[in-house]
């Protein structure tokens, strides 16, 4: 165009960007947010890197809008990377250390080069190829991986079904750390897979207990599901009653004779909840016995003072590692499975959080809390989940905190018994 020819109108319209001057993003929060770069670290934590999902994650659990560009340049000034660019960043020698230390709180062995690399990122916020975990683990335990190769015969199952979060929640309990004296009891969500409780429990087949731990579930959810399935054992008769009892009042709309609200099914049917307790047992529960015996001679399980520190300090210690195994469990993408009906290839939290785009509708049905919390102080409170006396508990917490540990560990429980323990006789 030469210097005499003039503009139209129209030639100027085509070549003006964003000519309304809106802007589709004017609600992302500035740079310094420090909310937002908090939220950033966690899905870091939690094994969520790709920008998409994290956009949309970020919509959806928070209310923040955020461009998948925007998810990017945020994670790189956050230092957040990938497994590809901290591989060929991070020396190795700093790689190979991170990835024997996570393998060392698995004296059992049971856990693979994934669940060692998600280990990693859990505990320390750093993401490491699968490759490199890998050819670590089979440098330094070859072993392992014939240890882990699956032999045992597996029981035909019929695809599961649910109409989405909240359909149908599976009770249990598990027995495996009962010989040593700290059974267990698990609650979780039949459509995600989602752990929504899991605790360490004085006695797993006591009723009012359970009854209590569903209640408690109920108040930390924000509602209860349209069912609940247990097996049949007398400890879960009263979980029937309250089940039956609530959806009544709070949901009569169902019919409880076309979906009754609590199902008993034998142990080998109730397959959510078992196949759940495979992965507990297998990731976590082996170890916690491997970690009991190395008290072998330090504790005396026939002087009452032994016994009831253990009881205080044991139970303390495996409800933190239990809350640590549901974060991690909830944060694990399942593999892909094409025939299966529920989501795949997804962890069970982010299935909740997009439940619409895995086709799934939230049946949580809401109740009134407040009668949520009195049924909870009729069954008899806390105390039903006590291992000790609340006088020994205090005495036990104030000579702990006189330690200046912060956290107990699998590897300092033994000392901290052996340090508490001269402690506590002169309070006595």
């Known amino acids: 165009m030469s210097d005499t020819e003039e503009y139209t109108n129209d030639d100027v319209e085509q070549h003006i960007p964003n000519p309304t001057g809106k802007n589709q ?15 950033l670290r966690e899905y870091h934590r939690r ?11 970020l919509l959806a659990e928070h209310g923040i809008q955020m461009s998948e560009a925007t998810v990017t340049r945020r994670r790189k000034l956050l230092g957040l990377h990938g497994s590809r660019t901290t591989s060929c960043t991070l020396p190795v020698t700093i790689k190979r250390q991170l990835v024997l230390d996570q393998m060392a709180k698995d004296p059992a062995r049971r856990q693979g080069p994934d669940l060692i690399k998600e280990g990693i990122a859990f505990a320390c916020g750093v993401h490491i190829s699968r490759d490199f ?17 699956p032999t045992v015969k597996k029981i035909l199952r019929q695809p599961l079904v649910a109409l989405g979060p909240h359909h149908e929640w599976s009770g249990d309990g598990h027995d495996k750390l009962s010989s040593i004296g700290f059974p267990i009891w698990g609650i979780r969500d039949k459509w995600s897979g989602k752990w929504l409780g899991l605790w360490v429990v ?40 309250l089940a039956n009892a609530l959806r009544e009042e709070f949901a009569p709309e169902y019919s ?19 196949r759940g307790w495979l992965r507990v047992r297998l990731q976590w529960g082996a170890n916690v016995k491997i970690w009991w015996e190395e ?32 974060e991690r469990l909830n944060n694990h993408p399942t593999r892909f499975d094409a025939s299966k009906r529920l989501p795949s290839g997804v ?45 020994f508990a205090d005495h036990a917490e104030m000579v702990f905190e006189t330690l200046g540990i912060e956290t107990i560990t699998s590897d300092n429980i033994w000392d901290i018994f052996t340090k508490m323990l001269p402690l506590i006789k002169q309070l006595d």
């Open 347 to 391: 962890s069970p939290n982010v299935a909740i959080a997009l439940a619409a785009e895995y086709g799934g509708t939230n049946c949580l049905l809401p109740v009134d809390l407040t009668v949520i919390h009195h049924l909870k102080a009729a069954l008899g409170g806390e105390k039903l989940l006590r291992f000790v006396s609340v006088e």
């Open 47 to 57: 094994n969520l890197t790709n920008k998409r999902l994290i956009s949309k994650l």
């Open 25 to 39: 993003h004017k609600d992302c929060p500035s740079v310094d947010d420090e909310r937002v770069a908090e939220i």
């Open 295 to 326: 008290g072998e001679g330090i504790y005396n399980s026939t002087d009452p003072l032994h016994y009831e520190l253990v009881q205080w300090l044991w139970p303390k210690f495996i409800q933190e590692e239990l809350d640590h195994l549901r």
């Open 133 to 149: 975990v890998t050819a670590e683990m089979r440098q330094h335990d070859p072993t392992g991986f014939e240890l882990r190769d």
């Open 202 to 241: 004085p006695n797993n087949r006591l009723k009012t207990a359970i009854a209590y731990l569903y209640l408690t579930t109920i108040e930390n959810v924000g509602g209860m599901p349209l069912q609940t399935t247990t097996d049949c054992g007398s400890e879960t008769t009263q979980v029937f009653g």
């Open 256 to 274: 409880a004779n076309d979906l009754p609200p609590h199902r008993f099914l034998r142990s080998v049917k109730n397959i959510v909840i078992e």
